[in-house]
């Protein structure tokens, strides 16, 4: 009996020791931004031990991913795994923290902003108050700057695109378009046609936000603007 309750004793100390562990996202935020083209996107995962103290017990949870506008396999490849820091590690010799790079391919058909979640399930060695922010969830949001696509992206300071919000044309001054495509916020083409006198019609489109492609000599232009 003084045995059973030793081990119990011992087994509640070190839960009490334990109590105040944090773990999860290594970010304040609820979202966190990217580039397309960084190689160092991911995201990393912290467990803290009260008082820089050493881990004692295991404590981690099954990572997944979940789509938004961005679709996992295509816009971005994140396989989902189970992560567990194991007793021992601390922060002195950053044991306690673990960067999972997700891969980010250039897309060809959009630019802009595309999002997707980090979840957090199965948690072990804490329950879900222990979680950094009581946060269980991370928005992703990768930002396609039109690099890497195989096509020459013209810089915004070599021509002016106007009036800016404009209901029924747009014109393009410092470059000679040929043709345009417009598309939606969410990747789908709208619009299409050539460029005439350096004038693009949009009077046919519904109000809201839309991004430009026209096609030049020197390069792409794609620019976001607003048909009302």
Same mark, same amino acid.
């Given at each position: 009996m003084k045995k059973t309750l030793l081990i119990a004793i011992l087994f509640c100390s070190v839960l009490a020791a334990q109590a105040q562990i944090k773990f999860g996202f290594n970010n304040n935020l609820d979202y966190d931004n990217w580039n397309n083209n960084d190689t160092n996107a991911g995201v990393e995962l912290v467990v803290w031990v009260p008082k820089n103290d050493t881990l004692r017990i295991q404590v981690g949870a099954d990572v997944t991913a979940i789509d938004g506008s961005a679709r996992n396999g295509f816009e971005f490849n994140f396989p989902p795994f189970k992560w567990i820091f194991q007793p021992g590690v601390n922060i002195y010799d950053s044991t306690n923290r673990k960067v999972f790079k997700y891969n980010l391919p250039a897309n060809s058909t959009f630019f802009g902003e595309r999002d997707f979640y980090i979840k957090l399930t199965n948690l072990i060695g804490i329950t879900t108050p222990d979680l950094y922010n009581n946060r269980d969830l991370m928005r992703v949001i990768i930002d396609y /700057?039109?690099? *890497? @696509?195989?096509v020459k992206k013209l810089s915004s300071h070599s021509y002016r695109l106007y009036p800016?919000?404009?209901? =029924?044309?747009?014109? @393009? #001054?410092? %470059? *000679?378009? =040929? =043709?345009? #495509? @417009?598309? /939606?916020? %969410?990747?789908?083409? %709208?619009?299409s046609g050539a460029v005439m006198q350096n004038s693009i /019609? @949009? =009077? #046919?489109? *519904? *109000?809201?936000?839309y991004v430009l492609h026209a096609q030049t000599e020197n390069g792409l232009i794609v620019q976001k603007f607003l048909k009302q």
């Open positions: /700057d039109g690099t *890497n @696509v195989g800016m919000p404009t209901s =029924s044309k747009l014109f @393009v #001054e410092g %470059a *000679n378009p =040929s =043709s345009f #495509e @417009v598309y /939606d916020l %969410a990747g789908r083409l %709208a619009s /019609d @949009v =009077s #046919e489109l *519904n *109000n809201g936000l």
